[in-house]
């Protein structure tokens, strides 16, 4: 499904770090007079749950309007570049708490990984990159959403990628809470 999906999810989780991994800063009060469009997502978002207690990563498109609210609102997010300087690692090391919810808008990965997207955007995360995000913060992960896969633009390999994603999402969660 599209990503507007994660707002009423978060809704729920008030004391969970929110972490988002999207190619876009989806930060916009209204599109196409929606406020809860997928370009609003990580906005809405906010609004539920505080700009401190969200991070998003591998952000690669926005618009100028939207830069400006989120530096004003102090939101922190990281490029995909941003990522590439500090590794996996400085990702892991921002996000604070016990409970990390984490939604994955595939269009984070680069397209020529995951081509069926609603709307990819070139120089994204690599998978690799995603999964150790993942397992960096598997034992404090209570929630996670997978959105924006589109097999009308798929190949066959995003929907597999997804597939093997969320599969590894679930083993990881296992092994930490049951094999310690």
Same mark, same amino acid.
């Given at each position: 499904?599209?990503?507007?999906? $994660?707002?009423?999810?978060? @809704?729920?989780? #008030?004391?969970?770090?929110?972490?988002?991994?999207?190619?876009?800063?989806?930060?916009? =009060?209204? %599109? @196409?007079?929606?406020?809860?469009?997928?370009? !609003?997502?990580?906005?809405?978002? &906010?609004?539920?749950?505080?700009?401190?207690?969200?991070?998003?990563?591998?952000?690669? $498109? *926005?618009?100028?309007?939207?830069?400006?609210? *989120?530096?004003?609102?102090?939101?922190?997010?990281? &490029?995909?570049?941003?990522?590439?300087?500090?590794?996996?690692?400085?990702?892991?090391?921002?996000?604070?708490?016990? #409970?990390? %919810?984490?939604?994955?808008?595939?269009?984070?990965?680069?397209?020529?990984?995951?081509?069926?997207? $609603?709307?990819? =955007?070139?120089?994204?995360?690599?998978?690799?990159?995603?999964?150790?995000?993942?397992?960096?913060?598997?034992?404090?992960? !209570?929630?996670?959403?997978?959105? =924006?896969? !589109?097999?009308? %633009?798929? &190949?066959?390999?995003?929907?597999?990628?997804?597939?093997?994603?969320?599969?590894?999402?679930? $083993?990881?969660?296992?092994?930490? #809470? %049951?094999?310690?």
């Amino acid at each position: 499904g599209e990503h507007s999906i $994660s707002i009423g999810v978060v @809704e729920s989780l #008030k004391d969970a770090f929110i972490l988002v991994l999207d190619a876009h800063l989806d930060f916009r =009060e209204r %599109y @196409e007079d929606n406020p809860y469009s997928h370009a !609003c997502t990580l906005r809405r978002i &906010t609004d539920r749950v505080g700009v401190d207690n969200v991070l998003a990563v591998g952000i690669r $498109s *926005a618009g100028r309007d939207e830069l400006d609210d *989120a530096r004003r609102e102090g939101l922190r997010f990281m &490029t995909s570049r941003d990522l590439r300087k500090e590794g996996t690692e400085g990702v892991v090391g921002r996000i604070s708490g016990d #409970k990390v %919810y984490i939604s994955l808008d595939f269009d984070v990965i680069d397209p020529s990984f995951a081509p069926g997207v $609603s709307t990819p =955007e070139p120089f994204g995360l690599r998978p690799d990159e995603v999964i150790e995000i993942i397992k960096g913060l598997s034992d404090r992960i !209570c929630g996670f959403d997978l959105v =924006e896969v !589109c097999p009308a %633009y798929d &190949t066959g390999i995003t929907s597999v990628l997804a597939a093997k994603i969320v599969r590894m999402v679930i $083993s990881e969660v296992w092994k930490n #809470k %049951y094999m310690g």
